[in-house]
């Protein structure tokens, strides 16, 4: 993902270089180097998303999601500690069907519990998909919006590192105009 982004992002800076090593037409529609400029922002997605009230509002039902998973899995653990405990103490007395039955039951929990932790993972991404998805088509808008009353010709995230240096005579930080787009503060 880093490097379709690195990529991008050289296409784009080296698009005035290309154009302007093209040989010259005669008609007037040719653009110079100097008349093309591209226009640009800059800012991070992720530092602003956790500025939103919606943000920490989808993170609280997360937790809260997750507080509720965690209690069933420490019940599932206490019955599976339970009946371990149990095996334990008559391994010695018990007849051999019994043993594997008891052996099977305890695998059987076993599995269950690993199922249900797996479940578990993949319906708190699916809820914490969901959440957010309202959350970040707000932000989206918003980027969508600056970027058109600023003339910009795209807007970068410099979340990950994507953009270690940018030269700020060539691009704005469109955070402070997303901020106040969304009414939020630091």
């Known amino acids: 993902m880093r490097q379709t982004i690195v990529g991008l992002c050289l296409l784009l800076f080296s698009f005035p270089a290309w154009t302007s090593a093209q040989p010259a037409a005669a008609d007037s529609s040719t653009v110079s180097r100097q008349q093309l400029t591209v226009q640009f922002g800059y800012f991070s997605y992720s530092s602003i ?37 149990e095996y334990l103490e008559g391994q010695n007395d018990f007849p051999e069907n019994i043993l594997i039955k008891r052996q099977k039951e305890l695998q059987d929990l076993m599995e269950k519990s690993l199922s249900f932790k797996s479940e578990i993972k993949a319906l708190t991404a699916k809820a914490r998909h969901e959440l957010l998805m309202p959350v970040r088509a707000r932000l989206d808008e918003a980027i969508k919006q600056i970027g058109t ?7 970068l995230n410099t979340d990950g590192n994507a953009c270690p240096y940018i030269d700020p005579r060539c691009g704005i930080d469109v955070s402070p105009l997303i901020k106040a787009r969304l009414k939020v503060k630091d």
Do not use: C, V, W
Request: negative net charge; proline residues 2%; hydrophobic residues 30%.
């Open 49 to 85: 998303l956790e500025l939103m009230p919606e943000y920490h509002s989808a993170k609280e039902k997360l937790t809260n999601l997750q507080s509720r998973y965690d209690a069933e899995l420490q019940r599932a653990d206490k019955e599976f500690n339970r009946k371990f405990a």
């Open 149 to 155: 009353e600023q003339g910009l010709n795209y807007i």
